[in-house]
């Protein structure tokens, strides 16, 4: 990490992740160099179990004091006077209603937080089969509630939304990327009419830009509060997994990344939408104009959990040096912690395929490897049948990654070369936004004169 004092005349974007846990903060140089980064930890969900399932809640008062508790320490190692813009990720489908100023009428509903089964049946009689807004945990369906409760609110915000909107003061503003799974249409980039059918008021939805697209500079109390230039540009975010898939440096089209964690989800660049719903698979918007990509993803059970079946971390590190990525098991598992699969196989029957069991552990640990890789190169097959680019090169982040072995195995599955993430965190990811925002302002401010 570079030294902030002989950094004083560096451009710097700061980039702010919302996670369950915590909150994170990081500067990035011009470069895209990791110059600082802080966290400050989050409280637990309020869980209230109900018969359609746990409702999970959140009072968005404790975000905003995270994000100031973290910009706090983080800032305290900057110059502040060289922090030109900042943009925000967080958790996809985290939703609050708001009166028109912005005063939030109830705790935030979060994004695993389950919907009544009456509204989600409602989203699935009127929203189109491709649409994301479907599911047991839609934002749709619990925004249907909330509104049932609170006909008054004035603004329908995500959680990135809502916290942007303390540094610009512009309410009413999303991206494309936490707008999906609400019901918005990423292709012709419209909010559609079955929203209206289903008696959401014309002007609670916010007016959505694109990840990176300039909001406009920080407050005036705001700049006092922190330090921070009155210039300083808010720029729109995007959801923590997308901003996670940015942080690697990941930008051309065939670039896929991995997460190896207790799931194995895949991500993948392409220059058309992709659309499954029966595997869970959807595609975010990136870009405006002749730029415009997608990000395409999906996420299988197999990964980690299925893993920790069968060996202790602990016993996996100590199986680690005894796997000989050049000489295949020929297992042939498939490995899953429970029956059940989604993607690249959709199937809530798929029993788990983990034998025969050598009486060798380092060879039993081998082929399961072997199976989660199996599972990869399926799934980005999958991809490519249903309309995506074959990838041209993987980064990988979570766990996984650090094995060694395990990446030369799916290297081997996968046929292309394994590329090295710039940065795993995603709100390296949205401190990337900030930049793209800013050098397109001053591009803009440059053709105007």
């Known amino acids: 990490m570079s030294d902030p004092a002989r950094d004083l005349a560096r451009d710097l974007f700061l980039g702010i992740d919302l996670g369950t846990s915590g909150v994170r903060a990081v500067a990035l140089d011009a470069a895209g160099g990791l110059i600082a980064q802080a966290r400050a930890p989050l409280p637990e969900p309020l869980r209230e179990p109900q018969p359609d399932g746990e409702r999970r809640h959140q009072d968005p008062a404790l975000w905003w004091q995270a994000v100031q508790t973290v910009l706090d320490e983080l800032l305290t190692r900057l110059d502040r006077a060289a922090v030109r813009a900042l943009a925000v990720d967080g958790t996809s489908g985290t939703l609050l209603l708001t009166d028109a100023a912005g005063r939030p009428l109830a705790p935030a509903s979060m994004y695993n937080d389950r919907a009544p089964a009456a509204w989600v049946a409602r989203v699935a009689e009127l929203a189109p089969a491709d649409s ?13 509630e909330a509104l049932s409760t609170h006909p008054q609110a004035a603004h329908a915000l995500h959680q990135a939304d809502w916290i942007a909107a303390q540094f610009s003061g512009r309410l009413g503003l999303s991206d494309d990327n936490n707008a999906l799974k609400l019901g918005w249409e990423p292709r ?11 008696s959401v008021p014309n002007g609670l939805l916010p007016r959505v830009l694109a990840p990176g697209e300039a909001i406009g500079p920080v407050t005036p109390a705001i700049a006092e509060r922190f330090g921070l230039p009155e210039a300083c540009l808010v720029v729109a975010g995007s959801t923590d997994g997308v901003a996670a898939f940015l942080a690697t440096g990941a930008d051309q089209v065939g670039d896929a990344v991995t997460s190896l964690g207790s799931t194995l989800v895949v991500k993948l660049l392409a220059d058309r939408p992709v659309s499954a719903p029966e595997f869970g698979l959807y595609s975010h918007r990136l870009g405006t104009g002749g730029g415009v990509r997608w990000l395409v993803g999906g996420a299988s059970n197999s990964g980690g959990a299925a893993l920790l079946q069968h060996f202790s971390a602990e016993r996996m590190a100590e199986l680690t040096p005894a796997l000989r990525p050049d000489a295949p098991t020929g297992l042939n598992y498939y490995p899953l912690p429970a029956p059940g699969e989604r993607f690249p196989i959709n199937d809530p029957a798929l029993p788990p395929r983990v034998t025969p069991r050598p009486t060798d552990d380092a060879r039993f640990f081998q082929g399961l490897l ?18 995506a680019p074959a990838p ?28 090295e993430p710039a940065q795993e965190e995603a709100a390296c990811g949205s401190a990337r936004l900030a930049r793209q925002g800013w050098t397109a302002a001053q591009a803009n401010r440059q053709e105007c004169g």
């Open 132 to 144: 994301a807004a479907h599911g047991s945990s839609s934002p749709a369906a619990r925004l249907l």
């Open 188 to 198: 012709e980039r419209v909010w559609p009419q079955w929203l209206t059918q289903a």
């Open 370 to 387: 072997e199976g989660v890789a199996g599972v990869e190169q399926l799934a980005y097959q999958r991809m490519a049948a249903l309309g």
């Open 392 to 419: 041209r090169r993987v980064f990988t982040v979570g766990g996984g990654a650090r094995n060694a072995a395990w990446t030369r195995l799916r290297a081997q599955a996968l046929g292309v070369p394994m590329a």
